[in-house]
């Protein structure tokens, strides 16, 4: 009698369809528009004593301005603005933020990096 629910489970099992498992997709980050042919600048600023991320010299629409700014600022965990083709995040994310630019396909152009 203890086993009865447990034969009845292994019945169930035996009688559902097999599925077979498909592998995840990945998601790659988008590739740069083709309209962006000179390279962003990525620099170190200091704005009120506390040092800030510059992205400059971007070309494209406000919107991809706004979107590029905030995935360089999640991927950072920093805050940060973006307004007239200039990218700032809070904080010295220079390294990383080149690393982010050069897998979407972005050229960039690294101002004063040791």
Do not use: H
Not at 2 to 20: G, H, M
Not at 42 to 53: F, Q, S
């Amino acid at each position: 009698m203890k086993n009865d629910w447990r034969d009845k489970l292994n019945n169930l099992k035996t009688d559902l369809p097999q599925v077979e498992e498909t592998p995840e997709v990945v998601v790659a980050a988008k590739p740069a528009k083709k309209r962006q042919v000179e390279p962003l600048r990525v620099e170190l600023d200091k704005r009120n004593g506390k040092p800030a991320t510059l992205v400059t010299d971007f070309k494209g629409k406000d919107d991809e301005l706004k979107d590029l700014a905030k995935l360089l600022k999640v991927k950072c965990g920093a805050g940060g603005s973006s307004r007239d083709g200039e990218i700032l995040v809070q904080g010295d994310f220079r390294v990383k933020i080149a690393e982010i630019l050069l897998e979407m396909g972005f050229k960039v152009k690294k101002i004063n990096f040791k």
